[in-house]
C-alpha cells in the first residue's frame, strides 16, 4: 500500500422509475438556502464537429503503402495498457463510450475527493431507464469554511451507449429524449472533506473525516427529502453534528460503518490511531479511549465482515492488513502483507491479492 495516498489535492479555486417510491427519506415540508445550480455536461456535445471527414476507398488504396502501422492503426479502437503503452506526441487518452450502459458528467463548485452513494427505495438491482440516483459527497474547497457536504438527487439519465450509432434500431421502449435532472442540498462543513460515508441501516446519517483531524455525524434527513418535493420552509445549510469524535491526533482517511450493527463504526488516521464506535442511547456514540494497537503507519481503509458484527479489517501504509476482533482490543487476530476482499456471503472466507502477483483465499 503507497504512502502517497496520504496525501490530498486542495482545490485551486476554482437506479428505478416508480414515481410514488422515494429516495432514502419520506417527503417532508420543508426549500434549502444552499441548493446548488449543478449541471449536467454533455461529453458529446461536439463529438460530431470534431471528427474528420472520411476518405474514400481510393484514398485509402492510394495510402495503403504508407506507414501503414501509424495511420492505420491510430484509427482503430484499442485498450490503453498503464505500464506497457505509451501515449505518442500529440495523443491523448479517451473512452469508448459503447463500454457504458449510461454515462453523464456531473459538473461541481469544489473537488470532490470522496463520495456515497445513498441506499434508496427504487429497487434492487434495477435496470429500466431513465434512472434515478442518490448520492452524498464531500468537497475540499479553497477555504476551510467553504466546505459542504452535497446531496445529490439524479434522475432522468437515459441510456448512452448508443448514442454514437447512425440508427436507432437498439433504443428501448422504457427511453425517453428528456435531459438528465440533478437537484442538490447542502450542509456546510468545517474543513476539507477526507473521506464521507452514509450509514446503511439509515442513509441519512453520514459520517465525515475533516482534515481538522476530527470525525463529524450529521444528519441529512431533511435535505434528502428536500431533493423529492420543494420544501414549503427553507432547509439550512447551517447544521450542528450529532456527534463530533476528537480523540485522533490528526486527520485520516479511513472510515467504515459496520453492515450488521447500526450505528457501529471504525475510523483510521495517518498516525495508525485506530478506534471503533458503539452508538449510545440519545442519539450519541461511545468511542474506546486506548484505540486498537498493531499498525505502525497510516490506516489508509477499513472494512467490516458483511456477516459478523464483531469483526473487521483495517489496511495500513506499514504494508499490512490486519483482522480484528471487538471483542479482544490488545492485538488483531491476524495480519497479512496483502490487500483484502471479504467475501460477501461466508463469514469466514476472504481473499487476498500481493504484491507478488498471488491471489490467496483463507
Not at 130 to 153: C, E, L, R, S
Request: glycine fraction near 8%; hydrophobic fraction near 30%; charge should be negative.
Amino acid at each position: 500500500m503507497d504512502a502517497s495516498r496520504k496525501s490530498k489535492r486542495r482545490a485551486d479555486g476554482d437506479s428505478s422509475d416508480t414515481p410514488e417510491k422515494r429516495g432514502p427519506g419520506a417527503p417532508a415540508s420543508d426549500k434549502d438556502e444552499g441548493a446548488e445550480d449543478l449541471q449536467f455536461e454533455d461529453p458529446f456535445e461536439d463529438e460530431f464537429e470534431s471528427e474528420p471527414e472520411e476518405e474514400d476507398d481510393e484514398g485509402m488504396d492510394e495510402d495503403d503503402g504508407e506507414d501503414d502501422e501509424g495511420a492505420g492503426s491510430s484509427s482503430r479502437q484499442r485498450v490503453f495498457r498503464p505500464g506497457v503503452d505509451k501515449l505518442g506526441e500529440g495523443e491523448v487518452l479517451d473512452f469508448d463510450s459503447s463500454a457504458y450502459r449510461t454515462l453523464h458528467r456531473l459538473n461541481l463548485e469544489w473537488p470532490c475527493m470522496s463520495f456515497d452513494f445513498l441506499k434508496d427505495e427504487l429497487g434492487f438491482k434495477r435496470t429500466k431507464f431513465p434512472m434515478t440516483q442518490y448520492m452524498v459527497m464531500g468537497t475540499q474547497a479553497a477555504k476551510a469554511d467553504q466546505n459542504q457536504i452535497v446531496f445529490i438527487k439524479m434522475s432522468e439519465m437515459c441510456r448512452t451507449e448508443h448514442d454514437d450509432a447512425s440508427d436507432s434500431d437498439n433504443e428501448s421502449d422504457d427511453e425517453t429524449e428528456d435531459d438528465p435532472v440533478v437537484e442538490s442540498r447542502i450542509i456546510r462543513h468545517k474543513g476539507c472533506i477526507n473521506r464521507i460515508r452514509s450509514m446503511p441501516q439509515q442513509p441519512h446519517i453520514v459520517a465525515t473525516w475533516s482534515e481538522n483531524s476530527n470525525v463529524y455525524v450529521f444528519n441529512g434527513e431533511r435535505h434528502i427529502r428536500a431533493l423529492d418535493e420543494p420544501p414549503a420552509e427553507k432547509v439550512t445549510a447551517k447544521v450542528q453534528p450529532l456527534f463530533t469524535h476528537t480523540r485522533h491526533s490528526t486527520e485520516g482517511f479511513a472510515m467504515a460503518w459496520s453492515p450488521v450493527t447500526a450505528g457501529r463504526m471504525a475510523t483510521g488516521d495517518c498516525a495508525s490511531g485506530l478506534f471503533v464506535w458503539d452508538p449510545a442511547q440519545g442519539g450519541s456514540w461511545e468511542v474506546n479511549e486506548e484505540g486498537y494497537t498493531g499498525h505502525t503507519d497510516s490506516v489508509e481503509d477499513i472494512q467490516w465482515s458483511p456477516t459478523e458484527a464483531n469483526v473487521f479489517a483495517s489496511g495500513s501504509v506499514d504494508c499490512t492488513v490486519r483482522i480484528w476482533d471487538t471483542r479482544n482490543r490488545g492485538g488483531s487476530a491476524l495480519h497479512i502483507r496483502e490487500d483484502i476482499q471479504w467475501s460477501p456471503t461466508e463469514a469466514n472466507v476472504f481473499a487476498s491479492g500481493s504484491v507478488d502477483c498471488t491471489v490467496r483465499i483463507w
